[in-house]
């Protein structure tokens, strides 16, 4: 286990083996020392300091202590590095008001920075010897690196692309993160890192707690391997314990967020997030005397609990990641995982907090309620149209476990329509999560039992009816799936199987958004029905009018009648003509005066989407 390092002094190692447990853990002493480095990091300090690490080899630092400098061994020295970028923050936390706002102060080329908040500019200038930063006790520094770049064709190597044509700065932006964090006197050995969010530095868990007695020791699968990282082929281990080593930086909410989470710490999308952390939980369920090296799951198991603490604390501290698409997903398996592995009761509860988590908000049982709203005759306003398919409920799908994109907030977001966007991203981690929960006897804690019928109906009859492409599931948990599944009791109705249902649900009453989710598809729309459009991020209505949006046939100019607009913002809307003006058949353009727009632009940099999309009418 990597631990800090001292320019006077090397730590030394003491090893901690669990009651009768055989495994190994490796914390280092207490020593002193003018800079700790971690994760490509190197905080420096005005003396020697008392330093340490904790079970994960984050370090900690008795304080208060003066910082000089922070650098870091990434940047390609050619690169100049601005004010602004390589930032850092102490205590973050989401702003109050501002839950799905980005105020950050990582890099000023992200939106949401603010200067104030990036503890490397002290005084509104970089750290140096006269003018040090300052950490208190019960203070975390959490110290990032950006990504460095000139122009779209002059990059760091490696560098994401810069000005791609879907956002204007590289995604992530960041490209590591790492914590060192302030007591007033050290941690006891074994001890977790408390959360880097929020003001609470009490140490609340040790190695020593951790509950080896709870994972099983199933026979491995083929799909997975003790070989070298990051090579082709089974999942390794070892890619999993590299995958959950450094900091999981997520405490800023929302799609936007993408940019600020570190791309060697962490995926920014919800999707990988689930696959490496079901893959990590699942890998600790099996029988590692089994592999050839017969490796030790200290290391993961460590990995696992921390960011699940990190996420419990963030979640404390104003982090939600509610059910929208697939940016929220894994966050709450994770933290219940945590709670199981380190039996606390907090994270174990989490299922009762008010915090919004996508994975637990997003499944349900229809009810005759859902019937009467989707057959309303103004739920076409209000579903979430960027769907190949919209099916209203009917009263023969009651009860059935079904799946919606915002269903807890917003039920009437939801339609019985298999390919409903987002479905298919949610599937690929659903069955993975569930049958971890199974094994550990959990469903109870998951606070959503529709959620694990609806694992069985998506593989029992949903797999199939799935495109082959990335939404697909991870080889390893099919794998697991497919040989464990049937050890575990199952509540879920196979009635649901049935050919009538199957073809309800894959039958296109309202086809819409065959194309891009940003509007640049072919979407066909019956004779007569207001024409629904999508710009793919929220838009602000004064931008949308009769006199902005033009809807044009060959040149000539089609008379809209009116633009419906819901809310404060217009990421999807209609368009009303008048009846019998649209020809079956046609294809049809649509496009928003560049006047109305040329002063608004989204968050993350994404330009208007929606000119140039085209509608047709069957």
Not at 62 to 85: C, H, M, Q, R, Y
Request: aromatic share 10%; with cysteine; hydrophobic share 35%.
């Amino acid at each position: 286990m990597k631990i800090p390092t001292s320019s006077k002094h090397l730590a030394t190692l003491a090893a901690l083996l669990l009651g009768g447990l055989g495994v190994a853990f490796t914390t280092t002493a207490a020593h002193a020392a003018t800079s700790v480095t971690h994760h490509n990091i190197t905080w420096t300090f005005d003396k020697d300091y008392k330093t340490g690490t904790f079970i994960n080899g984050d370090p900690w630092v008795l304080g208060p202590v003066k910082i000089v400098s922070i650098t870091n061994d990434l940047n390609d020295k050619n690169f100049e590095v601005a004010d602004g970028v390589n930032g850092s923050m102490i205590n973050p936390k989401v702003t109050p008001g501002h839950k799905t706002e980005l105020d950050h102060g990582f890099d000023y080329r992200i939106n949401g920075y603010i200067e104030e908040l990036n503890a490397a500019l002290p005084n509104g200038k970089p750290v140096a010897k006269d003018n040090p930063l300052e950490l208190k006790p019960n203070q975390s520094l959490i110290s990032a690196v950006s990504w460095l770049w000139r122009g779209r064709d002059d990059r760091e190597p490696g560098c994401p692309p810069v000005d791609n044509g879907v956002t204007i700065i590289a995604t992530p932006t960041l490209r590591t993160a790492a914590v060192l964090t302030c007591f007033d006197k050290a941690p006891p050995d074994g001890s977790f890192r408390p959360p880097y969010t929020g003001d609470d530095k009490t140490i609340k868990f040790n190695v020593k707690d951790i509950k080896f007695d709870r994972l099983h020791k199933f026979d491995p699968v083929p799909s997975i391997c003790d070989g070298p990282a990051g090579e082709p082929g089974p999942v390794s281990i070892h890619t999993l314990e590299r995958a959950t080593e450094r900091v999981w930086k997520d405490f800023v909410p929302g799609w936007r967020s993408g940019s600020l989470k570190p791309g060697m710490n962490m995926n920014i999308y919800g999707r990988e997030i689930s696959a490496t952390a079901q893959q990590a939980m699942l890998a600790l369920h099996l029988d590692w005397d089994k592999f050839p090296t017969k490796p030790k799951k200290d290391t993961l198991a460590i990995n696992m609990a921390q960011i699940g603490i990190d996420l419990a604390g963030n979640a404390d501290n104003g982090t939600e990641w509610p059910a929208d698409g697939g940016i929220g997903l894994g966050r709450y398996p994770i933290i219940l995982f945590a709670g199981l592995l380190l039996d606390d009761e907090h994270m174990k509860g989490a299922g009762k907090w008010e915090t919004r988590f996508h994975d637990r908000d997003v499944t349900f049982y229809v009810t005759e309620k859902d019937v009467e709203r989707t057959n309303s005759p103004i739920w076409l306003q209000r579903v979430d149209i960027r769907s190949i398919n919209l099916m209203p409920y009917k009263k023969e799908l009651i009860g059935m476990p079904e799946w919606g994109i915002r269903h807890a907030g917003e039920p009437e977001r939801s339609n019985a329509g298999w390919n409903t966007a987002y479905r298919d991203t949610n599937a690929a981690t659903i069955p993975g999560f569930a049958l971890v929960f199974m094994m550990m006897d959990a469903r109870p804690l998951f606070c959503n039992e529709a959620y694990f019928d609806y694992a069985d109906r998506l593989r029992s009859s949903g797999e199939a009816l799935f495109n082959p492409w990335h939404n697909r599931p991870y080889p390893f948990p099919n794998e697991m799936w497919n040989t464990y599944r049937s050890k575990y009791p199952s509540t879920y109705d196979k009635k649901w199987d049935d050919q009538a249902v199957i073809d309800y649900i894959t039958r296109p009453k309202f086809s819409m958004q065959a194309g891009s989710p940003f509007g640049k598809g072919d979407n066909t729309f019956p004779a007569g029905d207001p024409v629904r459009m999508n710009f793919g991020f929220p838009v602000d209505t004064t931008v949308l009018t009769t006199e902005t949006v033009t809807v044009t046939l060959k040149n000539e100019t089609i008379p809209v009648k009116k633009i419906v607009t819901e809310g404060k913002t217009a990421d999807h809307f209609l368009i009303e003509f008048a009846d019998g003006l649209l020809k079956p058949g046609e294809t049809y353009t649509v496009s928003v005066s560049k006047d109305a727009t040329a002063d608004w632009r989204c968050p993350i940099g994404l330009p208007l989407m929606s000119n140039g999309a085209t509608f047709r009418i069957r």
